[in-house]
């Protein structure tokens, strides 16, 4: 069936039969993130951040919280490439055959990128960001007694988001692969797209200009990058347009030649009758 014919139950029904696959693999990466969590909480707690004061427990149920949630995060990024899939096959029926193939290559990369964004929130912002609040709390003599389950839930806060963020170069990449993003109107917007950048930066950061700064760049560099790799998603998008009007063309000039053709011998036949 044509995707354009299907009804909205349909693509409904679609859509929670992708949910459901994607929920399954979820509860399979739930059960083997079972295994590897308390390691990497371990892993956390003897950081060089974590190892300059004690984590507390404040509520029975602090470290029962604190595995779900470390487990939860393991599980959502192991289950991420499956999302990123479904979500292919769900928007992408209505693409040509060249452009799916060609959106399908991408889900490998977004899944590296989301990697590297926590790798970089984690190794390189976060060790700093560490360090700012306890020399302000030394600076203001206040003695940092700090709960584990606030300490993980301030390092989810500040590393998962930056796995989305990066996300930014396959997003565009996509958009101008399918046509609906134009590189051309990212270059034109620039300044603003710089400044809800360093507003965003501002949010994911501490508030100083040196957090702020350590966040923008990479977020500035990562913009820069999604211009150049959206020119050259839009121009095989151009092209693969242009092919597609040529074939059509050629495909309509084939049908009036076998009229004509058509025509003719059926001419010829009522003539010899």
Same mark, same amino acid.
């Given at each position: 069936?044509?995707?354009?014919?299907?009804?909205?139950?349909?693509?409904?029904?679609?859509?929670?039969?992708? %949910? #459901?696959?994607?929920?399954?693999?979820?509860?399979?990466?739930?059960?083997?993130?079972?295994?590897?969590?308390?390691?990497?909480?371990?892993?956390?707690?003897?950081?060089?951040?974590?190892?300059? @004061?004690?984590?507390?427990?404040?509520?029975?149920?602090?470290?029962?919280?604190?595995?779900?949630?470390?487990?939860?995060?393991? *599980?959502?990024?192991?289950?991420?490439?499956?999302?990123?899939?479904? /979500?292919?096959?769900?928007?992408?029926?209505? /693409?040509?055959?060249?452009?799916?193939?060609?959106?399908?290559? !991408?889900?490998?990369?977004?899944?590296?990128?989301?990697?590297?964004?926590? *790798?970089?929130? !984690?190794?390189?912002?976060?060790?700093? &960001? $560490?360090? #700012?609040?306890?020399?302000?709390?030394?600076?203001?003599?206040?003695?940092? =007694?700090?709960?584990?389950?606030?300490?993980?839930?301030? /390092?989810?806060?500040?590393?998962?988001? @930056?796995?989305?963020?990066?996300?930014?170069? &396959?997003? =565009?990449?996509? %958009?101008?692969?399918?046509?609906?993003?134009?590189?051309?109107?990212?270059?034109?917007?620039?300044?603003?797209?710089? @400044? &809800?950048?360093?507003? %965003?930066?501002?949010?994911?950061?501490?508030?100083?200009?040196?957090?702020?700064?350590?966040?923008? &760049?990479?977020? @500035?560099?990562? !913009?820069?990058? *999604?211009?150049?790799?959206?020119?050259?998603?839009?121009?095989?998008?151009?092209?693969? +347009?242009?092919?597609?009007?040529?074939? +059509?063309?050629?495909?309509?000039?084939?049908?009036?030649?076998?009229?004509?053709?058509? +025509?003719?011998?059926?001419?010829?036949?009522? $003539?010899?009758?």
């Amino acid at each position: 069936m044509n995707p354009e014919e299907r009804t909205v139950i349909e693509h409904l029904n679609e859509l929670r039969s992708r %949910l #459901f696959v994607t929920a399954i693999f979820f509860i399979l990466a739930l059960i083997g993130g079972f295994f590897v969590t308390e390691p990497i909480i371990h892993f956390i707690q003897h950081s060089d951040e974590a190892s300059q @004061f004690e984590l507390h427990g404040f509520n029975p149920t602090d470290p029962l919280a604190v595995f779900l949630k470390v487990m939860f995060v393991v *599980s959502f990024v192991f289950t991420s490439p499956v999302l990123l899939y479904q /979500l292919w096959s769900f928007i992408t029926p209505g /693409l040509h055959e060249t452009e799916r193939k060609a959106t399908l290559k !991408y889900i490998p990369y977004s899944f590296l990128l989301f990697i590297a964004g926590i *790798s970089f929130s !984690y190794f390189v912002l976060f060790p700093y &960001v $560490m360090n #700012f609040m306890m020399k302000l709390s030394n600076d203001l003599s206040i003695t940092q =007694t700090i709960g584990i389950n606030e300490y993980f839930n301030f /390092l989810f806060s500040l590393v998962v988001p @930056f796995g989305i963020v990066f996300q930014l170069p &396959v997003v =565009t990449l996509f %958009l101008a692969r399918i046509g609906i993003l134009n590189p051309e109107l990212m270059v034109k917007f620039r300044k603003y797209s710089y @400044f &809800v950048l360093f507003v %965003l930066a501002a949010f994911l950061a501490p508030p100083d200009f040196i957090s702020n700064l350590i966040v923008a &760049v990479p977020l @500035f560099i990562l !913009y820069e990058v *999604s211009i150049v790799i959206s020119r050259v998603g839009y121009r095989k998008f151009v092209e693969a +347009e242009e092919r597609r009007i040529r074939e +059509e063309q050629e495909a309509a000039q084939t049908m009036q030649v076998e009229q004509l053709l058509e +025509e003719q011998r059926r001419q010829m036949e009522q $003539m010899n009758n």
